[in-house]
């Protein structure tokens, strides 16, 4: 079942709910369709919600596995939603290897589900993402059209266009990027790198 806001909201009360009855807290670091929708940045339903990270002792850092307390209760509340089993995953975890754009923990919003954090960084840090993942996979891709969706400036695009070539600097990439930002009507040269 695709979740649209209503349903991705009961999902996390509920987490919290079980979270907080068993005495296992947890803060993560959201990233994706999810977290654009829970900050009312798009409206269309997503699948799952992505997790790329756990605030530990005031801390970010990176999440390649779910706790199995988090797991678990993550499978039970899925299940009892008629959820997918992966409505809670950490798929796209890597994006932290390399680091998030400058700044992004000053500008992260935090929600409150009990025993459950939910960190969700900034419009602006979600189209850097949003660049990233488009850029290989083009215009009628869904992440293409949720960067579209948050109406970034070109002064935008080319800030979070430096940031995406710290994670893949490869010349491919970068010819990619060009062209997806030449369809977003945003000039970007090898100036722009800097």
Request: aromatic share 8%; charged share 25%.
């Amino acid at each position: 079942m695709d979740l649209q806001l209503e349903a991705l909201e009961e999902a996390l009360t509920s987490l919290g709910a079980v979270l907080e009855q068993r005495r296992t807290p947890y803060s993560l670091l959201v990233v994706g369709g999810s977290s654009l929708l829970l900050l009312r940045l798009i409206d269309r339903p997503t699948g799952d919600l992505d997790v790329i990270g756990l605030v530990d002792n005031g801390q970010y850092r990176k999440l390649d596995q779910l706790p199995e307390p988090l797991a678990t209760a993550a499978s039970q509340v899925g299940q009892a939603l008629g959820l997918a089993d992966n409505w809670l995953n950490t798929a796209p975890a890597s994006l932290m290897d390399f680091g998030l754009p400058e700044g992004w923990e000053i500008r992260v919003e935090v929600r409150r589900y009990g025993a459950l954090g939910v960190h969700l960084p900034s419009r602006f840090d979600q189209i850097c993402f949003k660049l990233y993942a488009a850029v290989d996979r083009g215009p009628k891709d869904k992440h293409y059209m949720d960067l579209q969706a948050l109406e970034p400036t070109a002064e935008e695009l080319v800030e979070a266009a430096r940031w995406t070539v710290t994670h893949d600097p490869s010349e491919g990439f970068r010819s990619q990027l060009v062209q997806c930002l030449a369809t977003l009507k945003v000039e970007f040269s090898d100036a722009d790198y800097r």
